[in-house]
């Protein structure tokens, strides 16, 4: 791993843009975290102060909210780099042409990476959150992991960031803590929901009325707390029993804490 102060300072093709020896640049997947900028960490900070190219995952005509949160710290256009998904909502994940089309987007910005990383330029891919978790970093890093050196930054993820907003411990004593995605069928939602002690359902959207029946199912629905955007502009906190409507926006999600052993 790269000691900060070998990370070359962006824009320094004059002096060749590497230190002598370096062959390749390095492939960054850099957390930053649940929204709001005060969250990213110090090596975050130095990594997107540094690196050649910014690049962040969007939908067509958007700009991603991972680069969104990086105004805070760097604006410069001529470093950003746009991936535009193919698709996000439109088809089901499981769809083969959603599934096609998804890897040649991946192969095709992997391909397009190995040139400016062999061109010895330094890729920062942001990540909202962690970029191991649920990241789709972890596409473009397990196509290019074996050819360049990779730092992988890691970030507070969006769930801590809700549970902290909320006020809400999550787990206590030897309570078991399950993370489900929303897109599970209803039947295994209510499942793994009865089986654990405590949960965070992610990806809600258009599977709000899915996931509260299950909730319901499992007996925890009581428990439950609904976040919108935690840490972000706009933030909603209120219990999912007392929400009215079963509309959520791709940054929400619900959480179910614990109730284990307290000395």
Not at 65 to 89: H, S
Not at 194 to 209: F, N, Q, S, W, Y
Not at 220 to 248: C, H, N, S
Request: net charge neutral.
């Amino acid at each position: 791993m790269d000691a900060v102060t070998d990370l070359p300072r962006a824009g320094a093709a004059e002096e060749g843009e590497r230190p002598a020896g370096r062959v390749t640049g390095t492939l960054y997947g850099v957390g930053m975290g649940p929204g709001n900028p005060d969250y990213l960490t110090v090596r975050a900070v130095r990594v997107l102060e540094r690196a050649h190219h910014l690049v962040h995952f969007c939908k067509a005509g958007r700009r991603g909210n991972a680069r969104t949160i990086a105004d805070a710290v760097v604006q410069d256009p001529a470093r950003e780099w746009a991936l535009a998904y193919p698709y996000t909502t439109e088809l089901p994940p499981d769809d083969a042409t959603y599934v096609s089309a998804l890897a040649r987007f991946y192969d095709e910005a992997a391909a397009r990476m190995a040139d400016e990383l062999g061109a010895g330029r330094d890729v920062a891919i942001l990540s909202e959150g962690d970029p191991f978790f649920y990241g789709s970093f972890m596409h473009l890093w397990r196509r290019l992991k074996d050819r360049f050196p990779v730092e992988v930054v890691p970030g507070v993820t969006g769930m801590s960031g809700c549970w902290t907003r909320a006020g809400t411990p999550i787990t206590w004593g030897d309570d078991v803590l399950t993370v489900l995605p929303a897109t599970l069928p209803a039947a295994v939602l209510a499942r793994r929901l009865a089986e654990t002690d405590a949960a965070v359902i992610m990806k809600l959207g258009r599977h709000l009325p899915k996931v509260r029946a299950a909730l319901a199912e499992a007996g925890l629905l009581g428990r439950a707390v609904y976040v919108e955007r935690g840490t972000m502009a706009g933030e909603r906190i209120a219990l999912l029993a007392d929400k009215p409507d079963d509309q959520a926006p791709y940054f929400s999600m619900v959480l179910v804490p614990g109730e284990g052993r307290r000395p």
